[in-house]
């Protein structure tokens, strides 16, 4: 699936062919068919199994200060598979066809905030700080990707959960001028 997930994102959806998977895979095309009857069904495949990644990883141990998602969570299924995350935060949620699969999981995460975040704020604030919060945490990570040292990933995980704890301090009172 990584070298799946690597071939379209180097591409996109559109201009990435089955052929092209096989030899990022280094395999034939016609293994990748015995496995997937087409583009779209391999596509699917890719963005279900780094959903799965991460609804284990959110439904294990979470992180103190990750608000039921966690950034450790969230950064080591990223760094299994960093084109697949890419995949399904990006480029998924802008494809119609495969918008679906980038939203539930989206929903789920949301819950799992809205849960965690439940008694810490007024109930009206519940709802966007949970946004927020999956917000920054899955742009936080891209961007950790893109630009970060993975040798500080560790420091990075540190510096989110600080962030988090203080935003959510900060919108527990929001009645409270800045």
């Known amino acids: 699936m990584v070298s799946a997930a690597h071939a379209f994102a180097e591409a996109g959806f559109v201009a990435t062919s089955m052929a ?3 030899n990022a895979s280094g395999i034939t095309p ?3 068919y015995r496995h997937f009857a087409s583009k779209e069904e391999l596509y699917r495949e890719v963005l279900a199994d780094v959903a799965a990644q991460l609804r ?3 439904a294990g141990a979470p ?5 039921g998602l966690g950034a450790g969570s969230l950064l080591a299924v990223a760094r299994e598979n960093p084109d697949g995350f890419r995949l399904l935060w990006r480029h998924a949620t802008r ?3 495969f918008a679906s699969e980038a939203d539930a999981l989206r929903t789920e995460a949301l819950s799992q905030a809205k849960s965690a975040l439940g008694g810490l704020m007024p109930p009206e604030f ?3 700080a949970a946004h927020a ?4 945490l899955v742009e936080a990570v891209l961007a950790w990707l893109d630009h970060g040292d993975p040798a500080r990933d560790e420091q990075l995980v540190g510096a989110i959960n600080r962030s988090l704890r203080a ?8 009645g409270v001028p800045g």
């Open 126 to 128: 519940v709802d966007w």
């Open 20 to 22: 092209d998977v096989a």
């Open 56 to 58: 284990t990883r959110m």
């Open 95 to 97: 494809e119609p066809q």
């Open 133 to 136: 919060v999956l917000g920054y």
């Open 167 to 174: 935003g959510v301090r900060g919108w527990a009172d929001p």
């Open 63 to 67: 992180d103190p200060a990750g608000f």
């Open 30 to 32: 016609l293994i990748v």
